[in-house]
């Protein structure tokens, strides 16, 4: 007897690739992995199996049950097609990280899974994360109307920056500042020169007295 069509056969599962954003959770679509699956006997996505986990450099893959603790995914893990309709399957790529992050997985259609897995990849966008500012921000002049004449009335300090979107970004705009007292010169690696203005003198009540003020 021919039993042929009793015979399953096994589905087969595609690689999808979807956008992220940098510091975001990005949710999965059931209508991801069912356009990514095939079954030449019409049957349909009933469950994943996750078959490898993202680079933990890179980011997580959880699970988010309703009302419950997150849970995250390992190898051989199955998730129910109602259970990613639902929003449950979820990537959370690491802090500050951006480029891919992939994971494999495979189909099952009620009978058997796909011989082989396929691949997600997200690819994560990055953003510019603000850098971090330190160092000498400010100095000391002492008014001297003789050195004033000759631009010889000068702070110096060296500021520092940190930027985790990378080395390249760890540095500042050279250039000329001019403020209400005098004007301010730094250059890209952070160290930086204040010249008191050759007009400049203490008057007033605060004559004689220290005087502090800030020249933006």
Known sequence: NDTSDDINEPPTVADFTEPGREDRIEPFSLSQFTDAFSDTDGDTLHKIKIT????????DLEIH???????YASVGLEITADAIFNGQLKLRPLPNFSGDVTFEWKGYDGEDWSVESATVTVQVEGRDDPATIGGDAAGTVTEDHGAQALGNVTATGQLTITDVDGVAQETFQAGTISGHHGSLDIDADGSWTYTLDDD??????INGKPYNHHDP
């Open 52 to 59: 490898s986990l993202p680079n933990p450099m890179h980011g």
């Open 200 to 205: 400049f003198a203490i008057t007033g009540e």
């Open 65 to 71: 049950p309703p009302g419950g603790s997150i849970v």
